[in-house]
């Protein structure tokens, strides 16, 4: 059996939205992206939200929008993908690592407050495989110290704790619709945020620092234009756009389709003593489905269930072990053990909504076996 990590979901609807675009004269940022920035908006309970190209840019751009620059540091957590740290270090800025909670991977909100120093501004959280961090906790150490926060909802459209969904305890939520993500186009992300002012800098910032964009001055009259700020070319177009704003009304379906599927794994993995399961604390998003293993024995466990005919990822190694953050910033694998020890244990298995049982139980199976080798 072959079973690719990931299929999309893409439905003929989304097809025919660009074929639409497509077929129009305007291709950029236009009508479409502003449809999807209000579905999205109306979606996540947020009142702004501003499409982008990338998760990536829109973590950037709230950062600099926030006014992070050269000298402040962001405390972050080293169990994430690079572009955490990175979008940090593009502003100038100082990416701080805090170690993560044992049975999350998550941010370990107990230990924040040690880590901030006078040069501290801001924190940036990230809601991992679709769990959140735990945001009230995160607010309160933001508003005791005057810090902003900018969350990395890359895996979190669909999350909720204790009552709170992503961006409504924090300054801005970064989201993405990479290829693999619950909502996709391919390449794409947005910022949300409830602070008009703020949205407002972001779209300036987003588009070379313009005070009109294409659709604002080739509607109607030509419209003069001036450059506000030194900005970016992070804007999303009508093309991905067109993609997603269909999608938006199948994401509670496609989340409990997931979610039984993730029920599936742990009843088939629930006696496995070799597997531990990261635990869920309120709604997760449902993302991605991760499992830990021995870290002696964890590459020659995924190289088995490979050639088994089924995709997997490592979501994450921790970067502080990568070459150029241990280079830039002298980090040791053992300054972060608990980062450490989960990303020398991860395998992330498949999960889509296009999975079927049968995949799932083939899955199961061979994970016990190779694990059981």
């Not at 920035?37 to 973590?59: D, H, K, M, P, W």
């Not at 926030?66 to 990416?95: N, Q, R």
């Not at 389709?257 to 990261?278: S, T, V």
Request: some cysteine; overall charge neutral; aromatic content about 8%.
């Amino acid at each position: 059996m072959k079973i690719e990590f990931y299929r999309h979901g893409l439905e003929e609807v989304d097809i025919l939205n660009v074929s639409k675009v497509l077929r129009s004269t305007f291709l950029t940022t236009g009508p479409v992206t502003t449809e999807f920035e209000n579905r999205f908006a109306n979606y996540v309970g947020l009142n702004q939200v501003i499409g982008l190209n990338s998760c990536t840019a829109a973590l950037h751009l709230s950062l600099l929008a926030l006014g992070i620059g050269p000298g402040d540091e962001v405390i972050t957590t080293p169990m994430t993908f690079i572009a955490t740290a990175t979008a940090i270090m593009h502003t100038g800025a100082t990416p701080v690592f805090v170690d993560v909670e044992e049975d999350t991977a998550m941010l370990d909100t107990c230990k924040i407050e040690e880590a901030i120093t006078p040069h501290t501004k801001a924190i940036l959280p990230v809601h991992l495989y679709g769990a959140m961090v735990d945001m009230k906790a995160l607010r309160r150490i933001a508003d005791r110290h005057s810090l902003k926060i900018i969350e990395d909802c890359a895996h979190c459209i669909e999350g909720e704790r204790d009552g709170i969904r992503p961006g409504q305890l924090s300054d801005a939520a970064c989201y993405s619709f990479y290829a693999t993500k619950n909502l996709t186009c391919g390449e794409g992300g947005a910022v949300a945020t409830q602070n008009p002012e703020l949205a407002e800098k972001i779209k300036l910032l987003r588009l070379h620092g313009m005070s009109k964009d294409a659709a604002t001055r080739y509607t109607d009259l030509y419209r003069h234009w001036d450059m506000l700020l030194e900005g970016w070319k992070y804007n999303m177009h009508d093309i991905s756009a067109a993609l997603l704003v269909d999608q938006i009304k199948r994401l509670d379906g496609y989340w409990q389709k997931r979610d039984k599927l993730w029920k599936l794994y742990n009843k088939g993995f629930r006696d496995i003593e070799e597997i531990r399961i990261p635990k869920v604390k309120g709604k997760s998003a449902k993302h991605m489905y991760t499992i830990w293993v021995n870290t002696e024995k964890r590459d020659e466990i995924l190289y088995q269930i490979q050639e088994k005919g089924i995709g997997i990822a490592v979501n994450y190694r921790a970067i502080h072990t990568l070459t150029f953050l241990r280079k830039q910033f002298g980090f040791k694998p053992e300054d972060f053990p608990v980062a450490n020890h989960i990303g020398e244990s991860t395998i992330s298995l498949p999960l889509y909504p296009g999975l079927k049982n049968n995949e799932i139980n083939y899955i199961i199976d061979a994970v016990k076996k190779s694990i059981q080798t």
